[in-house]
């Protein structure tokens, strides 16, 4: 490799955990020390595939359960040659949410395994570091009411928590656990710092591929 790669951060947990205010905040606290920076999301709701899962979440429109779990993974495959391009230009990508809550979310639904859930993300640009905001469903609750779209009751939640933790055994992904009951700032240190590791370590190593 010519020049130095950025690195591929991803952010994942349960709901409120605060993965969009940390995404945002690592952003701008890369781009203040230099280095070039990206904020990417998934589901990216804004691409047509974006647009029928972003439907079906808002409980518009129904998809069968095999058939959204291959959007939302078509939807990452999509933004794939974007993401490969910007990790060459030495952009580092932080990402809300990744192929772990792809198959955290399917799997928590009756009669789904883990590994059927990963066999379309096999393959995926694999990240350098997951961050797993960890927080207590009661924890949660007290950070404000669900919202209204489609998996966000605290029975589905504590499964999808478990399912995070199944995934989270595996040591062929790079999973840092934060304590997202921390502060703010607090949460952002330790992410800061364990982003910038990362960064460094990444630097001179190709992309690899996810569960390959
Ligand atoms: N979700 C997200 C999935 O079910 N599968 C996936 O592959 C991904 C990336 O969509 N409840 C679920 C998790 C969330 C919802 O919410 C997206 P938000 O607020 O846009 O992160």
């Known amino acids: ?12 947990g349960v709901d409120r955990a605060g993965k969009t205010t940390q995404c945002t905040k690592l952003v701008e606290s890369f781009r203040e020390a230099g280095r070039a920076a990206h904020l990417m999301r998934f589901p990216d709701r804004t691409t047509t595939i974006g647009k029928l899962i972003s439907s079906y979440l808002e409980n518009k429109s129904d998809l069968e359960d095999h058939t959204v779990h291959l959007l939302f993974s078509a939807n990452r495959w999509e933004l794939v040659p974007l993401m490969k391009k910007k990790l060459e230009e030495g952009t580092t990508l932080i990402i809300d949410r990744y192929a772990f809550s792809g198959v955290a979310f399917t799997s928590a639904k009756p009669d789904f395994s883990i590994e ?16 797993y905001l960890q927080l207590s469903p009661d924890a949660a ?9 489609r998996y966000e009751t605290s029975s589905f939640q504590q499964r999808v928590e478990g399912r995070f933790e199944q995934l989270m055994d595996e040591n062929s992904v790079n999973w840092q656990v934060i304590d997202a009951s921390q502060s703010i700032d607090e949460v952002h240190d330790n992410i800061k710092r364990l982003s910038l590791s990362a960064l460094t370590a990444a630097e001179h190593r190709p992309i690899a591929e996810l569960w390959r």
């Open 116 to 131: 059927w859930c990963k066999g379309p993300d096999v393959g995926l640009p694999k990240p350098d570091l997951v961050l």
């Open 1 to 12: 490799m010519a020049c130095k790669r950025g690195a591929l951060i991803v952010l994942e």
């Open 141 to 149: 609750a007290q950070r404000g009411e669900f919202g209204t779209e």
